[in-house]
């Protein structure tokens, strides 16, 4: 995308909304920026209608900061608390059936290299763990048996966060929730292990108390789908309001989740995209 398609066609500066127009003389399009330039720049995300303290909402922030090449992205998302937030985000986004997001994401992506054989497109799946590895497991897993260049993101809140704290595969063993007033009794879903052993490139979970390496991982998952294949990242992103602690103590719930190693931070790489990413890190960007 040039940059030019955003820009303000003469004489309609004076009815353009305020966020529009600082989005065009100061938003990340056509520029280099990441987490360490935030509070620098107009954002793509600046609000949202998510609940208080949601980590969902600092994870989406930290990933919309380390797109690669914003201007050049498209969003495919699926039900969940993340859909409520893609209407606030100034880059185009497809909202998919519950489940089928990485159906469309595929569709879309091969289109796109149809239609624009000498420009790279990225196409970025988000969305919760109900539409990643629950209900669209089916589409997830065969997107990744095939290899396709996208990038499919987890916002993981270990629970249907939507529609009212059920159980979901993420949840973790023991944890009381709906649907699961006992107990879960099974534990939580290995989903990276799965995506390394269904063929994912490179596969890795992170949380958004470690901003700076959560930016660098999604950089070079997605740089690593444009080249070599399908990529997965899982965010881990504590839900306060059904798991019930106060708004202000999400960083602190995801710092202790690492910390006592319920959920580590980790990296799988395939042979191909580990030789990709050390040249990456020798030439010294993407």
């Known amino acids: 995308m040039n940059k030019g398609i955003i820009e303000i066609s003469p004489g309609f500066e004076d009815v353009m909304p305020?966020?529009?127009?600082?989005?065009?003389?100061?938003?990340?399009?056509?520029?280099?920026?990441?987490?360490?330039?935030?509070?620098?720049?107009?954002?793509?995300?600046?609000?949202?209608?998510?609940?208080?303290g949601c980590a969902l909402a600092l994870a989406l922030r930290l990933v919309l900061a380390s797109l690669p090449a914003i201007e050049d992205t498209i969003i495919v998302g699926s039900t969940g608390c993340s859909s409520l937030a893609f209407s606030q985000v100034a880059i185009h986004n497809i909202h998919s059936l519950f489940g089928n997001q990485n159906a469309v994401a595929t569709g879309l992506k091969r289109a796109l290299q149809i239609r624009f054989p000498n420009k790279t497109k990225d196409v970025v799946v988000m969305a919760g763990d109900g539409a990643i590895g629950d209900i669209g497991l089916e589409t997830v897993m065969h997107s990744w048996f095939r290899?396709?260049?996208?990038?499919?993101?987890m916002f993981d809140n270990e629970i249907y966060a939507n529609t009212g704290g059920q159980e979901s595969c993420m949840s973790?063993?023991?944890?009381?929730?709906?649907?699961?007033?006992?107990?879960?009794?099974?534990?939580k879903a290995a989903m990276p292990e799965v995506a390394h052993a269904a063929g994912c490139a490179y596969a890795a979970t992170i949380t958004p108390a470690s901003p700076k390496r959560l930016g660098k991982i999604v950089n070079q998952a997605i740089l690593i789908a444009r080249e070599i294949g399908s990529t997965y990242i899982q965010i881990y992103c504590p839900c306060p309001t059904n798991f019930k602690f106060k708004p202000s103590e999400s960083l602190k719930m995801a710092k202790d989740r690492v910390k006592d190693e319920t959920y580590l931070i980790k990296e799988y790489f395939s042979p191909e995209a580990r030789e990709f990413v050390e040249g990456l890190e020798k030439g010294g960007g993407n």
Request: charged share 30%.
């Open 147 to 153: 290899g396709e260049n996208i990038t499919t993101i």
């Open 18 to 52: 305020r966020e529009y127009i600082d989005l065009v003389n100061d938003g990340p399009y056509g520029r280099k920026l990441g987490i360490d330039d935030l509070g620098t720049f107009k954002e793509a995300i600046e609000e949202h209608p998510l609940c208080a």
């Open 172 to 187: 973790p063993k023991r944890a009381v929730l709906y649907m699961a007033p006992t107990g879960k009794k099974f534990p």
